[in-house]
């Protein structure tokens, strides 16, 4: 294995399952180096052996735990670059009664602490990383949704706005991002098939074009792509994986 210094360095946050695990699988077989996090610590079974991968157990949606990650990771970074920062994590909740949580019910603190995660923790996260970004005229890649574009009958409202918002702020991060030689763009993934998805999901398959949902593979790749070169001419775009869904 190649030293760790002589590795290009991610960071990857929500990793420890689903879309983000896989792709922090994705960029350790692909030879880079992952500092990564999530509220909780990765499972055993599902560690990446032998690889320089740092995971960091940080609630995102704590200013405190935010601030202390991106510390951390700056230690660990040094005065080395960072090549790309992959902002995964998010939080869809739902009622245990499965009713759709719209703008007429559910708390406005309940709204805050979805925008925390989703919105707000990719700014912070961006800004805390910054410097060493620079230093490797690196890229962001903000994960969206589909839901964040048209009204979606299972996702929440707060959800569907926190990512309408991601995908403006991806937008304006491109432009003043790309005075430091940062690339800055997102992925849009329809319904992928990951333990976020409920059972109702299934009655959607009918209305993707391909019919059939999609995998965390599949964004995961497309992630990879956005933060290597063969993209390097890609600013202030978002890329739906969604298998057609979005078109009808």
Known sequence: MANAKDMKTVVVTGASRGIGHVT??????????VISCSRDDIPFDRK?????????????????????FIEEANDIIGDGPVHALVNNAGVSPKTDFKERLGTLNGSI???????????????????GLAAPLHRGKGAIVNV???????????????????KA????????????????????????PGEIETAMLSPEYEDLVPRIPFGKMGTPEDVAGTIFYLCGDDSR????????ITGGQHLI
Request: overall charge negative.
């Open 24 to 33: 922090v699988i994705r960029f350790v077989r692909e030879g880079w180096r």
């Open 48 to 68: 990446v052996e032998d690889s320089p991968h740092r995971h960091i157990p940080t609630d995102l949606s704590d200013q405190a735990d935010i601030a202390a």
């Open 109 to 127: 603190d309940h709204w805050r602490s979805v925008f925390d995660l989703n919105f707000f923790a990719p700014l912070v996260l961006a800004r």
């Open 144 to 162: 969206t949704s589909i839901v964040g574009h048209r009204v979606h009958p299972f996702a929440g409202s707060a959800y569907a706005c926190s």
């Open 165 to 188: 918002a991601l995908s403006a702020l991806t937008r304006e991060m491109a432009v003043e991002f790309a005075h430091l030689d940062v690339r800055v763009n997102a992925v849009a």
């Open 233 to 240: 001419y890609v600013t202030g775009s978002e890329i739906m």
